[in-house]
């Protein structure tokens, strides 16, 4: 079983940062990717940005420019480094752990998610 502690939200400024944090625990062999995905009320969640075990990313059209996904793999960590934050990236964040196509069970974990408020 996969654990994931995430950490880093809060109330914050439009134009202020955040730096998001997750970190997997568990009996993994092998991590395929990480991510941060967002769910604001009556919106569907929505995939904000990945990172695979290469470092291969990619991010929601809306945040590219202003989010950065790096992970540590010796930590099996993922971090989201958000800057110039506007009101309508306020969301529950999760983390989530894809453990890669050829795992047939249990292949995707999901953190408790964080709240992120951008508010004046």
């Known amino acids: 079983q996969v654990q994931l502690v995430e950490s880093g939200g809060g109330l914050v400024q439009p134009g202020g940062s955040l730096r998001l944090s997750c970190a997997a625990s568990g009996s993994i062999s092998s991590i395929y990717a990480m991510g941060w995905y967002r769910q604001a009320p009556g919106k569907q969640r929505e995939l904000v940005a990945a990172i695979t075990k290469l470092g291969v990313a990619r991010y929601a059209d809306s945040v590219k420019g202003r989010f950065t996904i790096s992970r540590d793999n010796a930590k099996n960590t993922v971090y989201l480094q958000m800057n110039s934050l506007r009101p309508e990236d306020t969301a529950v964040y999760y983390c989530?752990?894809?453990?890669?196509?050829?795992?047939?069970?249990?292949?995707?974990?999901w953190g408790q998610g964080t709240q992120v408020t951008v508010s004046s």
């Open positions: 989530n752990v894809d453990l890669g196509p050829w795992v047939v069970v249990n292949r995707n974990f």
